[in-house]
Structures are given as structure tokens and as C-alpha cells.
């Protein structure tokens, strides 16, 4: 396998990136602009979404045969887009795509891809080691108080997944606090601070759940929910007790750094078990023994 990575902005392209080296596998980065910073690899070629014929060219030229496309991308303004001649070929299908949601988008981003040739590989099959696994990360232990919110967030969560609107929603009381949708979750979190204090807990009191889930019907090859030093950071400012996301479905990049500041915030995260299925039964049956805790998330049990 010879490797291409499409690297968007944060943290993951870059484990991406070592997992390769380490694994010797040939690799050639395009860090994407504006989202990449280019100085962040080595031998990185800085193209932008209207190159897309530069971007092929680049990729064939050092005989790549998978593509895996990592990090953060926003949705282009496709007005100020300047496109070469293989992007202006197919701008048409791409706004097609875009106006029927990013996971639309996305596929059809991939089929382009694929019809040159390339197969695409997801970053989890790369760096495996940067998933949350199941269980609860961290000293802080899930508390039976917190799983109502949990389940309501999940099953928010999914709904506007299902939609195409969004990975993550806030529940805190039983009330929903914010969803997310083209903002990000850093920038939903951020809403929070707007709302009155006894809606969302503060930090010697606090209240409320975020859920973090892929869309049901998205390409799980690209987009898996990730968490974050800054995502902790600003759970912990808006007053959140924890965070819940799938196990083997989401991402945990600079892991040490958010397990020593959930830690020293008191949040919880919480890695619950996949339902390939999405079934919103499925939120309701025992979950998994945490190996920490010894006792079920989202499940009826005593606090401690």
C-alpha cells in the first residue's frame, strides 16, 4: 500500500501521519488549505478543494493506491472557490452533493476518488490506537445521577445524526441545552456560556451530558466524532458533568492531555458500546461492565 493523506485541521491527520511512518508505509500528505497547516508534516504539498485536478496528479505521480482523509474540513463557500479544470468538471455534481447534506457530500467526494483509482482507507484502520475504547476514561467514574441525561443526549444525538444536521447534542436535567449542527462542537459548547447558570451547572455543581455519535447512515470510512483537549476545556467551562461517545467510533486525539484535564476538571467520558444499528432500544438494554467503575453505563446502579 502506498498512502495519500488528505490532512484537514487538528490533531488527527498528524497521528495518521506517524502511524504510517512507523509502519513504513509510503505516504504522501496534501495538507488541505486553509485547514492545514502545512509546516505540521514533512514534505506536505499545500493544495486547496479547487485543485482537485493538482490533487490527483499528486497522488498518481507517487503511485498512490489508497487515499485516507483526516481532520477537520468546513464546508467551502463554493462562490469564492477558484476551480482548475478537473474541479470545474465536476463543481456541478460536488454543490449537488453539498446541497443534500455533508454526508452526501462526502460519499460523493469519495466516488470521485474512487473513480480514479484510489481506494479509501479510514484513519481508523491506520492509527486504531487514537479510538476510544470501552469504558470510562479517566479517574472520574460515571454516576447513575447522569444517566438519564446520557440517554436523551444519545438519542438526540442520533436523530439529528439521522438528519444529517449534526454528531452531538447536551442534555443536562433532562433538559436539551444545544445540538450541533454546521457551528461544530467546540463552537456549541461555547453557546452554553450564554444560558443561565442553574441550566448548566458550574463547576462546584455539575450538571449535564455531552453526546458525541456518528450519523447513522454515514460513511464510517471518514467523519468519526472526536474528542479533545479542547472539547474538555470547554465542557468544563459550561459546567458539564462528562461525555459519552462510542466505543470504536470516535475519536481520542492528545489522550493523555484530555485524561489529565477531565481529571482535573471532575468530567467524565464514557466509552459506550456501538449499535451498528442505531436502534434506540438498544440505548435502553445493559450496557458493559467499565472496567474501572465494575459497575454497567447507562444502567440502574447505586451511587457510590
Request: glycine residues 8%; contains cysteine.
Amino acid at each position: 500500500m502506498r498512502l495519500g493523506l488528505i490532512a484537514g485541521g487538528g490533531a488527527l491527520p498528524q497521528y495518521v501521519a506517524m502511524a504510517a511512518h512507523d509502519a513504513k508505509t509510503p505516504l504522501t500528505i496534501i495538507a488541505l488549505q486553509p485547514f492545514a497547516d502545512v509546516e505540521d508534516y514533512q514534505a506536505a504539498k499545500a493544495l486547496n478543494i479547487g485543485q482537485l485536478g493538482k490533487v490527483f496528479k499528486t497522488f498518481k505521480k507517487a503511485d498512490c493506491t489508497h487515499i485516507c482523509m483526516a481532520g477537520v474540513v468546513k464546508r467551502p463557500d463554493f462562490a469564492q472557490i477558484k476551480p482548475d479544470l478537473k474541479a470545474m468538471r465536476h463543481m456541478p455534481s460536488i454543490i449537488r452533493a453539498a446541497s443534500r447534506g455533508d454526508d452526501a457530500l462526502l460519499r460523493h467526494m469519495m466516488s470521485l476518488f474512487e473513480a480514479e483509482g484510489f481506494q479509501i482507507i479510514s484513519p481508523q484502520e491506520i492509527c486504531m490506537d487514537v479510538l476510544l475504547g470501552k469504558g470510562v476514561l479517566g479517574a472520574v467514574e460515571f454516576q447513575n445521577q447522569h444517566r438519564d441525561d446520557a440517554l436523551k443526549a444519545c438519542e438526540i444525538a442520533r436523530e439529528i445524526g439521522r438528519l444529517d444536521i449534526g454528531q452531538a447534542a447536551i442534555v443536562a436535567r433532562g433538559v436539551t441545552l444545544a445540538v450541533e449542527a454546521q457551528e461544530g462542537t467546540d463552537a456549541m459548547l461555547a453557546r452554553l456560556m450564554d444560558l443561565p447558570v442553574h441550566l448548566r451547572g458550574y463547576n462546584a455543581e455539575r450538571c449535564g451530558v455531552l453526546a458525541k455519535l456518528i450519523k447513522p447512515t454515514q460513511d464510517r470510512r471518514v467523519d468519526l466524532p472526536t474528542i479533545g483537549p479542547e472539547t474538555i476545556r470547554r465542557a468544563a467551562e459550561a459546567g458539564l458533568a462528562g461525555i459519552v461517545a462510542e466505543a470504536g467510533q470516535a475519536f481520542i486525539v492528545e489522550r493523555e492531555a484530555v485524561i489529565a484535564l477531565a481529571d482535573a476538571e471532575g468530567i467524565f467520558i464514557a466509552g459506550i458500546p456501538a449499535h451498528p444499528s442505531h436502534d434506540k432500544s438498544a440505548l435502553e438494554t445493559p450496557l458493559f461492565e467499565c472496567p474501572m467503575t465494575k459497575k454497567s453505563i447507562l444502567q440502574d446502579t447505586p451511587n457510590d
